[in-house]
Nanobody
């Protein structure tokens, strides 16, 4: 099992940037694919981005492609989400999760989840 903790959320103006971090503790982080999801108030949790175990492959939702960048540092057991050109519609709680198997885009493919970090983008 891996424990995950997100950080780096906050309030930013539209057009600004934030970098989220997800620190992992436990076994097998460096062999696990990881993902970021988000959940806006009153909506379901949606896929944002994912990265394979060594960082060579990345996947993005259409809504964030070209603005967000996922990366990882296995030496630090941490995965990152760099968010640029933020929009008010990016406002949500952001979660990181570990892929247990299956499609990177499917929420059911993930098992361990962090508690989330709030990102608020003002107009």
């Amino acid at each position: 099992q891996v424990l995950l903790q997100e950080s780096g959320g906050g309030l930013v103006q539209a057009g600004g940037s934030l970098r989220l971090s997800c620190a992992a503790s436990g076994r097998n982080f460096d062999t696990s694919a990881m993902g970021w999801f988000r959940q806006a108030l009153g909506k379901g949790r949606e896929f944002v981005a994912a990265i394979n175990w060594n960082g060579e492959r990345t996947y993005y939702a259409d809504s964030v492609e070209g603005r967000f960048t996922i990366s990882r540092d296995n030496a630090k057991d941490t995965v990152y989400l760099q968010m640029d050109s933020l929009k008010p519609e990016d406002t949500a709680v952001y979660y990181c999760a570990r892929l247990k198997g299956g499609s990177y885009y499917n929420i059911l493919s993930y098992d361990s989840w962090g508690p989330g970090t709030q990102v608020t983008v003002s107009a």
